[in-house]
């Protein structure tokens, strides 16, 4: 079964700093997908970060980037020079081949102090 | 980014009525539609899933009756909550995408309703 776990139900980083918020995903697929999405209190769902497993270059918007590690199955997300903004639940999902429905994780809520 | 609109962002209404909500891609064609539901500090949860001119897919336990999914055109998509009772109060999401394998979800805004 397809699934996307998130371990770290919550995560603080202080302003200006570097966070990685971290995401496994299992598959047997060879080619797929994976998404970060960003959630800020107004709860609107923001695209973050869009990655092609078969690419591999890290996917990189601007302070965000991503460590996709394929054989590891593990895509974490890093948030470089941490801005207040950054603040939010952020989910990390992966759509399942054939459906196009996307799996989420259960999400990471990101402090971020100033 | 596209844009995906829904309405209405916030609706109070009284049990046993329905309650129609929309969702509509403003810059796009929407081949796929998604609705979701979101609990208090959880995770998205998928009720369907819409292809235009197609009837929905409707995930395990959700009720096809109570949730009416209309996906009439590339730009709209519509859930209608039949016969809202309080545990129907939630957080309703839906997304848009242009259908392929990998294609972005947009999402809206979200409606929150309340059935009192």
């Known amino acids: 079964a397809q699934t996307v776990t998130q371990s770290q139900p919550e995560m603080s980083v202080q302003e200006a700093e570097t966070v990685t918020l971290s995401c496994t995903y299992d598959?047997?697929?060879?080619?797929?997908?994976l998404f970060w999405y960003k959630q800020p209190p107004s709860r609107q769902m923001i695209l973050v970060i869009r990655?092609?497993?078969?690419?591999?270059q890290n996917a990189t918007e601007n302070r965000f980037s991503v460590n996709f590690q394929k054989a590891a199955k593990s895509f974490s997300l890093k948030i470089s020079d941490s801005q207040l903004g950054d603040a939010a639940m952020y989910f990390c999902?992966?759509?399942?081949?054939?459906?196009?429905?996307?799996?989420f994780g259960t999400g990471t809520r990101l402090k971020v102090l100033a | 980014g596209a844009v995906v609109s829904q309405h209405p962002s916030r609706v109070i209404c009284k049990s046993g009525t329905s309650v129609k909500i929309e969702c509509r891609s403003l810059?796009?064609?929407?081949?796929?539609m998604f609705w979701y539901r979101q609990f208090p500090k959880q995770s998205l949860m998928l009720m369907a899933t819409?292809?235009?001119?197609?009837?929905?897919?409707?995930e395990q336990g959700v009720e096809k009756d109570k949730f009416l999914i209309n996906h009439a055109s590339l730009t709209l998509s519509t859930l209608t909550v039949t016969s809202a009772h309080p545990e129907d109060s939630s957080f309703y999401i839906c997304?848009?995408?242009?259908?392929?394998?990998?294609?972005?979800?947009?999402f809206g805004p979200g409606t929150r309703l309340t059935v009192l």
């Open positions: 598959t047997s697929e060879s080619d797929y997908y």
């Open positions: 819409s292809n235009e001119g197609s009837k929905a897919t409707y």
């Open positions: 810059d796009f064609q929407a081949t796929t």
């Open positions: 997304s848009a995408s242009s259908g392929g394998w990998g294609d972005t979800q947009y």
């Open positions: 999902a992966y759509p399942s081949s054939g459906t196009y429905k996307y799996i």
């Open positions: 990655q092609e497993a078969y690419k591999q």
